[in-house]
């Protein structure tokens, strides 16, 4: 069996890491308008990348220059979106993934209506996109929320910001819901433990004694309840449209056969599974109430809460995957960074530039699991490496290495499409280059398109296909029948 006729090829990216225009069409201050770009930071220490602090929000939003804010500028996709799209189209995308900044439709996410200018400029984006039959596949919230609500309420910490989330997905079920079928509602959920400020807008200054941690597991049940509710409303408004939760699937194995690596390690994947544990299931597993429990966290609920979670679970299941790690119980055991993660290093992988390691097999194994696990189409949101590109003379990009790299995993999603594995669909992150989520580096390149702009902002934003373009069209052309 090879992918089945109908699958989604094609590319994801986020808002916050590719539209630019930060202030133009009425749009408010984002989180993202405020992470700053850290050049004589290590990259391999994401930790020092996404620290934040009160003082470090108001002297950032004292400077209005784009230099050190990367994601104020992103790729400026948002004046250039139908040479963007039309690349994809070039490609044959029959799918793009991207979110839609909260902050251009409600700026300060309380107004009582929306901005009209923001509604707008993603009823052309999706209207452009119909023109070239291109299926839009909508994230809600990818690392965007408004500052004006981090900074009030410390974030999704409170329970008001359920409300003004559920607002604005109504808004966006409401006026996009003639063009869009797929939806998820909150980009990487389980991230909110390693980068709070960024998933979920709490500043770790402002959490008093109970701690960073607390506040995020209370975040974490608020956005439960917003999922639960969104999945209704949707099912209320546009019927027939889908609505997935999204997981960073961070693959653990045991370093060694030891059973105590073993044990260790599933307590990782169970951790780690969770967050879509709860949105599939509908319900808190017993195990990991019982360990916030143990480690002194008391979420608090109101009454229906539970019931909300329980009828408002997800049609499909989407992840990330960028790389796998392994888990020891010994304190000295060699690391490596992943995505947002240090995990122990595993000697049998390679690592990508910003040591990530390289792990194909683990994402058949990450599809098979989690199609047992929950029985339900899934959809890989984001696949990919960041690397180093080199622009030859003649202006060509040979970038053999990030062929390799999807090429080996593509063939592992063969495998478990042949094992029974249900996937409805595959975006690359990111078709085209952007800005770095966890270092705000342009370096840092994803894309089968060439950015021209370098880490500071300079460049003239011309658009060039690298070697990987025409690849990824080929691959597309015959639905993976060719991938050489
Ligand atoms: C995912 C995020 O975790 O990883 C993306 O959803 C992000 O927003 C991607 O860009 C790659 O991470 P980075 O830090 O290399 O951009």
Partial sequence: ???????????????????????????????????????????????AHVMISSDAIKKAMEDTDETFYPKRRGIDFYHHYKEDLALFAEMGFKVFRLSIAWTR????????EPNEEGLAY???????????????????????????????????ADRRVIDCFVRFSRVCFERFGKYVKYWLNFNEVDSIIR???????????????????????????????????????????????????MLTKLMTFPRTCAPEDVAAT????????????????????????RDLEKRGFEIKMEPGDLDIIREGTVDFVSFSYYMSMTESVDPNAERTPGNTVLGVKNPYLSTSDWGWQVDPVGLRISLIELYDRYKKPLFIVENGIGAKDTV????????????EYFRSHFKEMEKAIDAGVELMGYTSWAPIDLISASTNQMSKRYGFIYVDQDDCGKGTLKRSRKDSFYWYQKVIRTNGADME
Wanted: proline letters at 5%; charged letters at 20%.
């Fill in 1 to 47: 069996m090879s992918f089945p006729k109908g699958f989604l090829w094609g590319g994801a990216v986020a808002a916050n890491q590719a539209e630019g225009a930060w202030n133009a069409g009425g749009k408010g201050w984002s989180v993202a308008d405020v992470a700053t770009y850290k050049p004589d930071t290590d990259v391999k220490d994401y930790k």
């Fill in 105 to 112: 439709i409600f700026p300060t996410g309380e107004e009582a």
């Fill in 122 to 156: 993603y009823e052309d984006v999706f209207k452009e996109m119909k023109r070239l039959n291109i299926e839009p596949l909508v994230t809600l919230s990818h690392y965007e929320m408004p500052l004006a609500l981090s900074m009030k309420y410390n974030g999704w």
């Fill in 195 to 245: 980068h709070s400020f960024i998933t979920a807008g709490i500043i770790p200054d402002l959490c008093g004694e109970k701690g960073e941690l607390a506040c995020c597991y209370q975040a974490l049940h608020h956005q439960f309840v917003a999922a639960g509710i969104t999945a209704r409303l949707l099912r209320e408004t546009v019927p027939g449209a889908q609505m997935g939760c």
């Fill in 266 to 289: 599933q307590y990782k994947n169970l951790e780690n599974m969770f967050y879509s544990d709860v949105m599939v299931f509908g319900e808190y597993p017993r195990m990991i109430l």
């Fill in 392 to 403: 030859e003379e003649d202006g060509s990009i040979h970038d053999p290495y990030r062929i």
